[in-house]
Every structure is written in structure tokens, then in C-alpha cells.
């Protein structure tokens, strides 16, 4: 059974310091979303770096051809974002959903409460000059999505956590894929890193395989913590990166995962709670 995309709520506790809790700091949303470009032809990709590959090998042909709409530029909320996925014409999105670090009285980080999501999407697979086409799901590395959670990590001043997710094509477009092109896909990843300081400051950084392409969001969060629209940050474009970059990633070893490329990054505006009553 395909379950639609669900958030997973946890409490981490820091086991090196004390509570009782006395003050919130609540950070906003963020998320990324891995798509295909979709190219049916060498002159719709214009003057990109790859062009000349594209009309050389079958693979990236092969790649352009089975793309998804790109992800739109904002959603309403978590719940809207969720909606998106459940149509499932993306590669792979990874989300954290209003971490929430607790401080002691000395504001030393007590705990951290974060509500992340993984889902995998689907390969469009067309045929017959596309009047017809094939919807493949993907598939994890490790283990399923409901079992993953995030790397928590305390210090004495806040907490980072981290996402990773590792996808590739499934089964039966990867072993089809590799009839047409003798080559089976390596690993795609997305990885989000968000730390927050216990003096209300915060960080997002998106890290990513230059293959898919990335679409990023920050939630815009109200002055007083209130829930807000969640709008692109930034993105990266596989079609615009350069042929060396681009053929790190899809000359790798079917077993390995994707050469790493420059991360994005962003600040973050936090909200702190009023201390709890004794």
C-alpha cells in the first residue's frame, strides 16, 4: 500500500544537560524537492553546457526524456507541500518541519522537537514518440522512508540536524536503462543541514548531487511564530552545470553515490517562546 507523504514528529533529548525546559525557540520550515528537466530534443536545450553530450549519449538523452514538471515557486503551508508530493512527478523530497529547541534556565539546549519527511517519487518512462507514457517509482537506499530519521547533534550552543537521502532510479527503468545504454545509474542524494543557536540564531544549508535538480524552501514565518507560506530559497539547474560537473555525476560507478557539489545556504529567523512558569 502507498502511503501519501506523511511528517514524522520526535523529541530528541540532550543527554549531556539538564532541564527543566524553560523557553522555545522555533525555527522555520524548510525543504527540497530533486526533479528531471524534461528535453525532447537537442535545440530545446539552447546554448546549455551539455548540448554537444546530449546529441553524443544515449544515457543523457535517455535522462531529459523521462523529466517532471518543475516544482512550483511556493506553497501555502506543510500541508499544501505534502499535497505536491502526493502526486509523485518529482525524483526524491526531503523536509523539516518547525524544529523547536528547548533551553534550560542557564539556556543550554535541553532538547530538540522536529517533525521530517522523506518521499521517494517517479520516473516518466515515455513511448512511442510519447503518446504513451510509463510511470516508475524510485527507490530508497536503506531503509524505507517510514523508518529514517534525522542525525541529531547537541553542543553547548544549540543543535544541528541532518537529513540525507540517497535515491535512485528503480528496478525496471535502472535495469531498462542499462539495455539501451549499458550503464546502470549511481546513487542521487539530497542532504539538508539546519542548525540553531540557544541565542535564537539559525542556519539552513542544502547540499546535493549534480543530478537531479534541486528546488529549495524556507518557510516565510511570522513575527510570533505563526505558520507562513513556504517560498523558493534557491534552486540548482542540472541542465545549466558545467560538462565536467555533469559527467562527474553520470559516469559514476552504478554502485557509489554522486559527486558532491557547492551547497547552498541561507540564515534563518527564529521565534523564542516566554520562559515557562516555575
Known amino acids: 500500500m502507498n502511503r501519501g507523504p506523511q511528517f514524522i514528529d520526535k523529541e530528541f533529548r540532550n543527554l549531556a544537560v539538564k532541564g527543566p525546559e524553560r523557553s522555545w525557540i522555533s525555527a522555520p520550515s524548510t525543504a527540497a524537492i530533486g526533479w528531471i528537466p524534461y528535453y525532447g530534443g537537442a535545440e530545446a536545450l539552447g546554448d546549455s553546457p551539455l548540448r554537444e553530450r546530449y546529441e553524443a549519449d544515449a544515457a543523457v538523452r535517455l535522462l531529459f526524456a523521462s523529466g517532471n514538471p518543475e516544482p512550483q515557486a511556493e506553497f501555502s503551508g506543510d500541508a499544501r507541500f505534502a499535497d505536491r508530493l502526493r502526486l509523485g512527478d518529482f525524483r526524491a523530497a526531503v523536509a523539516v518541519r518547525r524544529p523547536r529547541l528547548a533551553l534550560n534556565a542557564k539556556r543550554k539546549p535541553v532538547a530538540v522537537r522536529v517533525g521530517t519527511l522523506?518521499?521517494?517519487?517517479?520516473?516518466?518512462?515515455?513511448?512511442?514518440?510519447?503518446?504513451?507514457?510509463?510511470?516508475?517509482?524510485?527507490?530508497?537506499?536503506?531503509?524505507?522512508?517510514?523508518?529514517?530519521?534525522p542525525d541529531v547533534r547537541f553542543s553547548e550552543e544549540g543543535v544541528e540536524i541532518r537529513l540525507e537521502y540517497l535515491f535512485k532510479l528503480g528496478w525496471l527503468a535502472d535495469l531498462g536503462g542499462a539495455v539501451l545504454t549499458r550503464k546502470l545509474a549511481p546513487f542521487a542524494w539530497i542532504e539538508l543541514k539546519y542548525s540553531i543557536s540557544c541565542s535564537g540564531m539559525a542556519g539552513l544549508e542544502v547540499r546535493s548531487s549534480a543530478v537531479p535538480s534541486i528546488t529549495w524552501y524556507g518557510e516565510e514565518m511570522g513575527a510570533s511564530g505563526d505558520s507562513g507560506i513556504w517560498r523558493k530559497l534557491d534552486g540548482m539547474e542540472m541542465e545549466k552545470k558545467s560538462v565536467q560537473e555533469f559527467g562527474g555525476f553520470v559516469d559514476t560507478n552504478c554502485r557509489e553515490r554522486g559527486p558532491s557539489l557547492y551547497p547552498m545556504r541561507a540564515g534563518a529567523r527564529c521565534v523564542e517562546e516566554e520562559a515557562f512558569e516555575e
Do not use: S
Open 118 to 149: 522523506y518521499r521517494i517519487g517517479r520516473t516518466p518512462v515515455p513511448f512511442g514518440r510519447e503518446v504513451v507514457q510509463l510511470q516508475l517509482a524510485g527507490r530508497e537506499i536503506g531503509p524505507g522512508a517510514g523508518c529514517l530519521l
